[in-house]
C-alpha cells in the first residue's frame, strides 16, 4: 500500500486527468467511463503534451499499485469529484431558491400596489407568473440531481466500505503470518512430547517385563 503522500500524488494526477477528459469527451474524443489504462491510450492520441501522461503512467505502474489498490485509488477520486458536484449542485440550489424568493415577492407587490388591473399590468403579472412556475421547474430538476448526486455518494461509500473489508494491511498479513507460524511449533512440540511420553511409557513397560 502507497504512504499517504504517494496516495495523494497519486489521487491528483489522476483527478486533473478525468477533468481533462471530461473537457474532451465534449468533442466525443474520450469516453471517461473507460478504464484508466483506455483512458491514458486516448490521451495520449489526443494531447500528448498535456498532463504529463508519462508521469501518470509511471504513478499506477511503476508503483506497483495491487488491483485493489487502483480499484481504491479509483473509486476515491470519483467519490471526490462528486463531492464537489454535489457541492456545487447545492449552491445553484441554494441561488434557484433565492431567486424565486425575490420574484414572488416582486409578484405580489405587484398584486397589492397596482389598482387597476389593465393590459399592461395583466402582461407584467403574467410575466412574473411565468418567471416563478420557470423557476420551480428548474429547482424540481436541481433537486433531482441533488437526490442522484447523494445515492450515488452513498452506493461509493458502500463500495468504498467493500474494498477496505476485502483488503487486508500489511500488519494484519504480518498477524496471520505469526499466528500460522505459532500454530505449527505448537503442533511441533506437542508432538514431540507425545512420543517422548510413549517411549517413556514403553521403556517402562519393557522393565517390567524384564
Known amino acids: 500500500m502507497p504512504s499517504d503522500k504517494q496516495w495523494d500524488k497519486y489521487k491528483k494526477a489522476l483527478i486533473d486527468f478525468r477533468d481533462a477528459c471530461d473537457l ?5 474524443l474520450i469516453d471517461p467511463s473507460h478504464s484508466v489504462y483506455e483512458i491514458l491510450v486516448s490521451w495520449s492520441h489526443v494531447h500528448p503534451d498535456k498532463f504529463s501522461v508519462e508521469t501518470l503512467k509511471s504513478y499506477l ?12 485509488l479509483n473509486l ?4 471526490e469529484k462528486s463531492e464537489k458536484i454535489l457541492e456545487q449542485t447545492k449552491l445553484d440550489l441554494d441561488s434557484n431558491k433565492a431567486q424565486l424568493k425575490l420574484t414572488n415577492n416582486k409578484l405580489n ?8 388591473d389593465d393590459q399592461e399590468t395583466q402582461n407584467q403579472k403574467k410575466k412574473l407568473e ?3 412556475e420557470a423557476l420551480k421547474a428548474k429547482i424540481s430538476i436541481i433537486i433531482n440531481k441533488y437526490e442522484k448526486l447523494l445515492k450515488r455518494k452513498k ?4 463500495e468504498n466500505n467493500q474494498i477496505k473489508n476485502n483488503q487486508l494491511t500489511s500488519s494484519e498479513k504480518k498477524l496471520y503470518i505469526c499466528y500460522f507460524v505459532f500454530i505449527i511449533i505448537a503442533i511441533i512440540i506437542g508432538t514431540i512430547v507425545i512420543i517422548h511420553f510413549i517411549r ?4 517402562h513397560k519393557n522393565k517390567e517385563i524384564k
Open 24 to 28: 474532451y469527451n465534449e468533442k466525443q
Open 61 to 72: 505502474n511503476e508503483c506497483c499499485l495491487s488491483e485493489k489498490d487502483k480499484a481504491k
Open 76 to 79: 476515491d477520486c470519483k467519490k
Open 109 to 116: 407587490q405587484k398584486k397589492s400596489t397596482l389598482d387597476n
Open 130 to 132: 411565468q418567471e416563478v
Open 155 to 158: 452506493s461509493d461509500y458502500y
Open 200 to 203: 517413556k511409557f514403553n521403556n
